[in-house]
């Protein structure tokens, strides 16, 4: 069983609406990390959270919009998506502040923007 | 900047035969290794890692890797693969010195194993 906690495991929604994917880990870890995997491919990053601090963006388009509310959660938030945004969209923590890449992933919300 | 090469996109194998998953980095400084698992429908899982210390490391499961640093490998091998092996294998990569965390994934590789 995985300790990190996704929810929903399965998102389908149009590109007028307003959803939010949710996260939770009670490891204790201090970085948490958002990425996107679409099929056949590698996980690629999207965010990450230090100290419940945006640390790293990359470049990602503004109707994607994270939050971490407090050391246990993290938010992605979902606002007129695209088609091609649909993907399995992984959460991952990190037990390490130095961040060597020891990361801890979730079993994803799978998102299909109709 | 860094990068990571896997090999083979497939690797087909029958039950109980030895596996070798072929991973090569580039990178001018210090890294850390990572091969990460994801079975179907399912998240990644970390199956094994090199900080430091011994270049040869080993999961609980069966695997093991090897860090060569002469020639940029990080290869993963199992003795006698079982079906429950079947899974995307990923190596990535970190940069010891950078403090982001951001890991450089390989494309992966289908491991295939067949009865």
């Known amino acids: 069983d995985t300790e990190v906690t996704q929810t929903p495991k399965h998102l389908v929604m149009g590109m007028t609406n307003k959803k939010s994917l949710k996260c939770e880990q009670h490891m204790g870890h201090r970085a948490m990390y958002w990425y996107k995997q679409k099929a056949k491919k590698p996980p690629e990053l999207m965010f990450v959270y230090s100290y419940e601090k945006l640390s790293i963006n990359e470049s990602v388009p503004s109707r994607f919009s994270p939050e971490c509310p407090n050391s246990s959660l993290l938010n992605l938030h979902l606002h007129a998506l695209q088609p091609e945004d649909s993907a399995l969209y992984l959460c991952a923590s990190s037990p390490r502040t130095a961040h060597t890449g020891e990361l801890f992933f979730g079993e994803g919300s799978r998102l299909t923007v109709l | 900047a860094q990068s990571v090469t896997q090999l083979d996109s497939q690797v087909p194998v029958f039950e109980e035969a030895p596996v070798e998953l072929r991973c090569n980095y580039s990178?001018?400084?210090?890294?850390?290794l990572f091969w990460y698992v994801q079975y179907p429908n399912q998240g990644l899982q970390l199956l094994l890692k090199y900080l430091s210390g011994s270049t040869l490391v080993e999961s609980i499961n069966g695997f093991e890797a090897e860090f060569n640093k002469s020639q940029t490998s990080f290869h993963l091998r199992k003795p006698s693969v079982h079906i429950s092996d079947t899974a995307e294998y990923f190596c990535?990569?970190?940069?010891?010195?950078?403090?982001?965390?951001?890991?450089?994934f390989g494309q992966g590789t289908t491991l295939q194993v067949k009865p």
């Open positions: 990535a990569v970190s940069e010891g010195s950078s403090n982001t965390g951001k890991l450089i």
């Open positions: 990178s001018s400084v210090s890294v850390y």
